[in-house]
């Protein structure tokens, strides 16, 4: 299964990419987030495996994420017409997936976040399901850049809106 969303951010491409790379804010837009620690490697940078733990409602889904692309490596100070590239596999239970993210410059304060995204599944059950539930991870998908927007331009955390 594969599909692309995108999102225009009212936030510079540099300001969005240190956002979107800084471990301390995944907990502020990434919704469900239980747990993200690096096994290998430091935080967002090419070829670290981190431990990844996602509550979504009442199932918990535990993985490896595997850093594969970050471009440029030095997110500050980034040339006016080059583009942000964030590239991340994820192997779970089941299932693996690929997240593309490429930041360009819409404007000298706007930035485009397309996310293109691979899931792939073991399992003939699990594999049917997935043809069913495209519209649901798209959605989920864009969820989550929503809640990023959210965050970068008006600093909206959504712990604060989750039910405890």
Known sequence: MKYTVLIQIDQPRGRVAQLLADPVHLPKWLRGLVLHEPLDGAHGQVGTTSRVVLRMGQQTFEAVETITRREPADLHGIPPQSVVRFEREIAGNGMWSAARERLT????????????????????????????MTGAFRKQSLQHMRDFKAFAEHGTDVREAEPS
């Open 105 to 132: 410059g819409n404007g000298p304060d706007t930035t485009l976040w397309e996310s293109e995204n691979e899931y792939r599944f073991s399992g003939l059950l699990m594999r049917l399901g997935s043809i069913v």
